[in-house]
């Protein structure tokens, strides 16, 4: 089923892009934080949703939030990616699928695509907006709108 607004975000570990463990209870229940979900690093369509998060981390950090990407890529292919888009912020390795699922990620066009799916987490851990949508375009615009109406900016 996974997380749908109003739900409190489970605990979670992951692998971080630079390979350091991620414990979900270090960030989400202590700051507000935008966790986009995306099929495949280096294609258009994500490279364009990696940038425009890129170009709009300071707004978010200065808003009080923090920005996590994630994909099924591996360790090195997030390095790559960060690197060569010159991309400040973390991204979650999910090689098995088990953040898509706790979370409750779709995927699309008959399950052959991974979903793309954004979630906008308040400082106490709960999910604020979930949004889905194969259009990389439109995630940024929705984030930053709801981290601005939750932080009461």
Request: net charge positive; glycine share 10%; with cysteine.
């Amino acid at each position: 089923m996974g997380l749908k607004v109003g739900d409190k975000v489970p605990e979670f570990s992951a692998v971080r892009d630079n390979g350091e463990d991620f414990q979900s209870s270090d960030i989400i229940g202590k700051e507000a934080v935008v966790i986009y979900f995306y099929p495949k690093n280096f294609t258009p369509g994500c490279t364009k949703e990696a940038c425009d998060f890129r170009d709009s981390y300071a707004d978010f950090k200065s808003l009080g939030a923090e920005v996590i990407g994630v994909s099924s890529d591996g360790i090195k292919s997030h390095t790559r990616f960060k690197k060569k888009y010159n991309l400040p912020y973390t991204f979650l390795s999910d090689s098995k699928g088990k953040l898509k699922r706790l979370f409750g990620v779709k995927s699309e066009l008959l399950g052959l695509l991974p979903g793309r799916e954004t979630y906008v987490i308040d400082k106490e851990g709960i999910v604020q907006l979930k949004f889905n949508s194969m259009n990389a375009s439109k995630h940024l615009g929705k984030a930053i709108a709801k981290i601005k109406e939750i932080m009461a900016v």
